[in-house]
């Protein structure tokens, strides 16, 4: 998590602007992913994410940035870590991709700036998730290893997001795989 957060519910926040808003244009700016040579299971898996936002109001559109970031890291036995569940400090897998998003919002006007920067933020960490699913699993097929579903993104944990003093969103979420 990021220094200087304050709890502000982002969806009840940006809620209003959704109800104008349409997506324009969605795309990839950059993606990634590697594996060690040698993968151990168990795995704990670690999703992270950082969104972004910027408004322009003589185009009535707010854009979202989105970094996804997967990190697998194996888990040591219990005789290595003396019954502690303790995982190793270097990823055996990393999966990153960045998105960005843009939706015209229509009476631009009649939103503050807080909520359009966490609609662009909240909506497109939304939209992108189940592009983030779809990526992770072929990558991880790529990679030659068993399957994993990324879990579903529930409006409980967009309401967990936190705010950063630069007005990013930010929150990591475990899941362990099946």
Request: with cysteine; hydrophobic share 40%.
């Amino acid at each position: 998590m990021t220094e200087n957060t304050s709890k502000v519910d982002p969806v009840l926040l940006m809620a209003p602007v959704a109800e104008r808003a349409q997506i324009q244009d969605f795309r990839v700016l950059k993606a990634s992913m590697k594996r060690s040579e040698e993968v151990v299971f168990p795995l704990h898996v670690e999703n992270q994410f950082r969104t972004s936002s910027r408004t322009d109001r003589e185009s009535s559109t707010v854009v979202g940035v989105v970094v996804l970031t997967l990190l697998a890291s194996r888990v040591k036995e219990s005789s290595e870590t003396d019954g502690q569940g303790v995982c190793d400090s270097d990823p055996v897998i990393e999966i990153n991709i960045e998105y960005q998003l843009t939706y015209e919002v229509s009476g631009i006007t009649a939103f503050k700036d807080e909520q359009l920067n966490a609609f662009g933020c909240v909506n497109g960490l939304y939209n992108s998730w189940p592009y983030w699913r779809e990526y992770v699993q072929s990558s991880i097929a790529r990679m030659g290893l068993p399957p994993f579903v990324v879990p579903v993104l529930t409006v409980a944990e967009l309401q967990k997001m936190e705010k950063a003093a630069d007005g990013t969103f930010s929150m990591n979420a475990a899941a362990e795989p099946e």
